[in-house]
């Protein structure tokens, strides 16, 4: 769905008059510079899971981080308990301009959460199936803690926070414990555009993903600091946030004129240990049809090259770590060698580093050992990059383990990406945030 002047607008002036901090004395009265919501990596599913308090009265929800959702979506069929649920109707400004093609629902059931007539109709996506299903748009309280960048600080909330009811068939595949999915992506009922709304800061978010700490994400500007007091967003590297015209047909995206709600980047091409490798870099950008470039995921768990960019890239790391005897593969990885093989560095084994150079030809997204290589079964380190088929819908899709223990600031305003690779020169990681200090 586009993210129109005139939609932002709406969302801007409804959170104006309604997402003033709750008057509960457990809750901060002063408006938050930041927010934040721990992240754990479930290695069932290598999926990324949140929690946020919601309903009245406040109920923990764990949430699978689907970066390129729409919105913050739960299953509304178990247990949905909460004084302070509203539906969205479907004649309000806000559902119109969401240009819902079923704009009107009628339930036979309800009335109850997710099942009201006359309510919204939006449609929830499971990403990691790619299930979609009629929910209900409706406004809960949600509450989260605000922070200085460095602690936590005071709960604050949104009273009427957009969301979307969904179905429990749709938690299919998700990791055990979650009732649903939190959305970050480019929609004025993202969580990133919400908060901002909300608390009137910059429309900023930021992700640091753990593999098996307590990574972080923040809603609007930096500092970012690690233990032991290391601020990792002051020598962020910037890239343009690209928009794929075309939403259809492998965004949720409802009206498939719409532009997607998904992040991408612009790459030129890919080098290896600084040389570069030849691939078909017409696949690197968004054709008419919406297919081709670069996308950032956190719902894929490993980088997925199209076919012929894998082939590449395999082919010259085999050449250049020729010397080193490969084992027998383990799916889906198709490149492995005896974990031995390789020393060890503060960047992870010592292996040739993958460069993907961006859109002003210079700036570089380097993946190092920690990130390019992961250890599976046997003593193996597996390239922990994927075949994603010829003729995929995106050349490259950049997954969760490559985002580990890297910052990536997405800057909504100004439509572009900052990150650095990877935090572990630094010597810290993503699960180095003090969750337990109170600001």
Same mark, same amino acid.
């Given at each position: 769905?586009?993210?129109?002047?005139?939609?932002?607008?709406?969302?801007?002036?409804?959170?104006?008059?309604?997402?003033?901090?709750?008057?509960?004395?457990?809750?901060?009265?002063?408006?938050?510079?930041?927010?934040?919501?721990?992240?754990?990596?479930?290695?069932?599913?290598?999926?990324?899971?949140?929690?946020?308090?919601?309903?009245?009265?406040?109920?923990?929800?764990?949430?699978?981080?689907?970066?390129?959702?729409?919105?913050?979506?739960?299953?509304?069929?178990?247990?949905?308990?909460?004084?302070?649920?509203?539906?969205?109707?479907?004649?309000?400004?806000?559902?119109?301009?969401?240009?819902?093609?079923?704009?009107?629902?009628?339930?036979?059931?309800?009335?109850?959460?997710?099942?009201?007539?006359?309510?919204?109709?939006?449609?929830?996506?499971?990403?990691?199936?790619?299930?979609?299903?009629?929910?209900?748009?409706?406004?809960?309280?949600?509450?989260?803690?605000?922070?200085?960048?460095?602690?936590?600080?005071?709960?604050?909330?949104?009273?009427?926070?957009?969301?979307?009811?969904?179905?429990?068939?749709?938690?299919?595949?998700?990791?055990?414990?979650?009732?649903?999915?939190?959305?970050?992506?480019?929609?004025? !009922?993202?969580?990133?555009?919400?908060?901002?709304?909300?608390?009137?800061?910059?429309?900023?978010?930021?992700?640091?993903?753990?593999?098996?700490?307590?990574?972080?994400?923040?809603?609007?500007?930096?500092?970012?600091?690690?233990?032991?007091?290391?601020?990792?967003?002051?020598?962020?590297?910037?890239?343009?946030?690209?928009?794929?015209?075309?939403?259809?047909?492998?965004?949720?995206?409802?009206?498939?004129?719409?532009?997607?709600?998904?992040?991408?980047?612009?790459?030129?091409?890919?080098?290896?240990?600084?040389?570069?490798?030849?691939?078909?870099?017409?696949?690197?950008?968004?054709?008419?049809?919406?297919?081709?470039?670069?996308?950032?995921?956190?719902?894929?768990?490993?980088?997925?090259?199209?076919?012929?960019?894998?082939?590449?890239?395999?082919?010259?790391?085999?050449?250049?770590?020729?010397?080193?005897?490969?084992?027998?593969?383990?799916?889906?990885?198709?490149?492995?060698?005896?974990?031995?093989?390789?020393?060890?560095?503060?960047?992870?084994?010592?292996?040739?580093?993958?460069?993907?150079?961006?859109?002003?030809?210079?700036?570089?997204?380097?993946?190092?050992?920690?990130?390019?290589?992961?250890?599976?079964?046997?003593?193996?380190?597996?390239?922990?990059?994927?075949?994603?088929?010829?003729?995929?819908?995106?050349?490259?899709?950049?997954?969760?383990?490559?985002?580990?223990?890297?910052?990536?600031?997405?800057?909504?305003?100004?439509?572009?990406?900052?990150?650095?690779?990877?935090?572990?020169?630094?010597?810290?990681?993503?699960?180095?945030?003090?969750?337990?200090? !109170?600001?």
């Amino acid at each position: 769905m586009a993210p129109s002047v005139a939609l932002y607008l709406l969302v801007s002036l409804l959170f104006s008059v309604s997402s003033s901090i709750a008057k509960t004395p457990s809750l901060s009265s002063r408006p938050p510079r930041a927010l934040f919501l721990p992240v754990t990596k479930d290695h069932s599913t290598n999926q990324y899971i949140t929690q946020i308090n919601q309903r009245t009265p406040f109920s923990p929800v764990k949430l699978v981080v689907d970066l390129g959702g729409e919105s913050l979506w739960v299953d509304c069929d178990k247990g949905y308990k909460s004084s302070t649920y509203k539906p969205v109707h479907c004649r309000s400004s806000l559902c119109s301009l969401l240009k819902t093609p079923f704009g009107c629902g009628e339930c036979y059931g309800g009335p109850k959460p997710g099942c009201y007539n006359h309510s919204c109709s939006f449609f929830p996506t499971n990403s990691v199936t790619g299930v979609t299903t009629h929910g209900e748009l409706a406004k809960d309280i949600v509450s989260l803690q605000s922070t200085n960048g460095s602690n936590p600080g005071p709960l604050v909330s949104v009273p009427r926070f957009v969301f979307t009811c969904g179905a429990t068939f749709l938690l299919k595949n998700l990791a055990k414990g979650t009732n649903g999915m939190a959305g970050f992506g480019r929609t004025p !009922i993202g969580l990133p555009s919400q908060f901002s709304h909300a608390f009137r800061f910059s429309r900023k978010f930021a992700i640091c993903l753990s593999s098996y700490g307590t990574g972080v994400i923040f809603f609007g500007d930096g500092p970012y600091v690690m233990l032991p007091g290391i601020d990792i967003s002051y020598r962020l590297n910037y890239t343009p946030l690209l928009i794929n015209k075309i939403g259809a047909p492998y965004s949720t995206t409802i009206a498939g004129s719409d532009p997607s709600a998904e992040y991408y980047i612009g790459v030129r091409g890919i080098k290896i240990n600084g040389e570069p490798v030849a691939i078909n870099t017409t696949l690197l950008k968004i054709n008419k049809e919406g297919y081709g470039g670069t996308k950032i995921s956190t719902t894929v768990p490993y980088t997925t090259l199209e076919t012929s960019i894998y082939k590449a890239v395999t082919n010259t790391l085999i050449k250049m770590v020729s010397g080193v005897p490969r084992m027998k593969p383990v799916a889906p990885f198709k490149l492995c060698y005896n974990a031995s093989s390789f020393g060890s560095t503060r960047l992870g084994p010592g292996f040739p580093p993958v460069d993907l150079v961006l859109q002003d030809g210079k700036t570089l997204w380097t993946f190092f050992g920690a990130n390019s290589l992961v250890s599976v079964e046997g003593g193996r380190l597996c390239l922990a990059f994927v075949d994603g088929g010829v003729g995929s819908v995106n050349a490259i899709v950049i997954g969760g383990y490559q985002l580990e223990n890297a910052i990536l600031q997405f800057d909504l305003e100004k439509s572009r990406l900052g990150f650095i690779s990877t935090i572990l020169g630094a010597r810290t990681t993503c699960g180095n945030f003090n969750f337990t200090s !109170i600001a």
